[in-house]
């Protein structure tokens, strides 16, 4: 039985792109099952595979994960060859400390830069705090090549859990027209350079339904 991964919107579903990418990109064959956002019969659709009513959600033979980080950590633990975590233990924790910080952080990001892959050229003002959470990923992504940067353009060298879970920052960057200093530019051009990301964007550009909460900027 082939794994279910229930997604939502490809061009808004940030969450939902994060094991989206994760489990395409390590090879791992799923059955996608999207739906629809922001519609009248989403959440009655949602609770069919999850009480929680929110997307992503794995479905494997035996269990049901929601949450994007959960369904990151089950798919590594059960596809251990795939090498989803660093393998050194240090930078194991390294990896797993900056997804834990995306996962529980930036709020003015999400709210005043929502993922939205069509809205090219978008203009958003920058308030202190929005600048502050640019910073940190900023950041974040300049240690990472700093540190591993020799081994590929992944932020750990080989793609990993923490690619996957910074996957949509980029997009937001990339939406809004953020400039980045070359130190943090590796990882965002190798993952548009992805075949599984440039399905996921083409995906988001054929969607015609449009979230008016999401469309922020001019």
Same mark, same amino acid.
């Given at each position: 039985?082939?794994?279910?991964?229930?997604?939502? !919107?490809? !061009?808004? +579903?940030? #969450?939902?792109?994060?094991?989206?990418?994760?489990?395409? /990109? $390590?090879?791992?064959?799923?059955?996608?099952?999207?739906?629809?956002?922001?519609? &009248?019969?989403?959440?009655?659709?949602?609770?069919?595979?999850?009480?929680?009513?929110?997307? &992503?959600?794995?479905?494997?033979? @035996?269990?049901?994960?929601?949450? =994007?980080?959960?369904? $990151?950590?089950?798919?590594?633990?059960? #596809? &251990?060859?795939?090498?989803?975590?660093?393998? %050194?233990?240090?930078?194991?924790?390294?990896?797993?400390?900056?997804?834990?910080?995306?996962? +529980?952080?930036?709020?003015?990001?999400? !709210?005043? *830069?929502?993922?939205?892959?069509? $809205?090219?050229?978008?203009?958003? &003002?920058?308030?202190?705090?929005?600048? @502050? %959470?640019?910073?940190?990923?900023? /950041?974040? #992504?300049?240690?990472?090549?700093?540190?591993?940067?020799?081994?590929?353009? #992944?932020?750990?060298?080989?793609? =990993?859990?923490?690619?996957? *879970?910074?996957?949509?920052?980029?997009?937001?960057?990339?939406?809004?027209?953020? !400039?980045?200093?070359? =130190?943090?530019?590796?990882?965002?051009?190798?993952?548009?350079? +992805?075949?599984?990301?440039?399905?996921?964007?083409?995906?988001?550009?054929? /969607?015609?339904?449009?979230? %008016? $909460? @999401?469309?922020?900027?001019?």
């Amino acid at each position: 039985m082939k794994p279910k991964l229930v997604i939502g !919107n490809k !061009n808004y +579903s940030s #969450w939902s792109l994060r094991p989206w990418l994760l489990m395409k /990109e $390590a090879g791992i064959d799923f059955e996608e099952h999207r739906i629809v956002l922001d519609t &009248p019969t989403t959440k009655k659709e949602i609770a069919a595979f999850s009480a929680a009513g929110r997307v &992503p959600i794995l479905q494997l033979a @035996d269990v049901t994960v929601w949450d =994007s980080l959960a369904i $990151a950590e089950t798919v590594a633990e059960r #596809w &251990p060859e795939k090498q989803l975590w660093p393998l %050194d233990p240090a930078e194991r924790a390294h990896a797993r400390a900056i997804c834990a910080e995306m996962h +529980s952080g930036f709020p003015h990001l999400r !709210n005043c *830069m929502p993922m939205n892959c069509r $809205a090219m050229g978008r203009k958003v &003002p920058i308030p202190d705090e929005l600048g @502050d %959470d640019i910073n940190r990923i900023i /950041e974040i #992504w300049s240690e990472c090549h700093k540190h591993y940067g020799d081994r590929g353009g #992944w932020l750990f060298g080989a793609f =990993s859990v923490a690619d996957a *879970m910074y996957a949509p920052v980029v997009l937001r960057l990339r939406t809004y027209g953020i !400039n980045l200093p070359q =130190s943090a530019g590796y990882y965002p051009h190798r993952l548009l350079q +992805s075949a599984a990301m440039q399905d996921w964007l083409a995906a988001a550009e054929c /969607e015609t339904e449009v979230i %008016d $909460a @999401d469309e922020k900027g001019q």
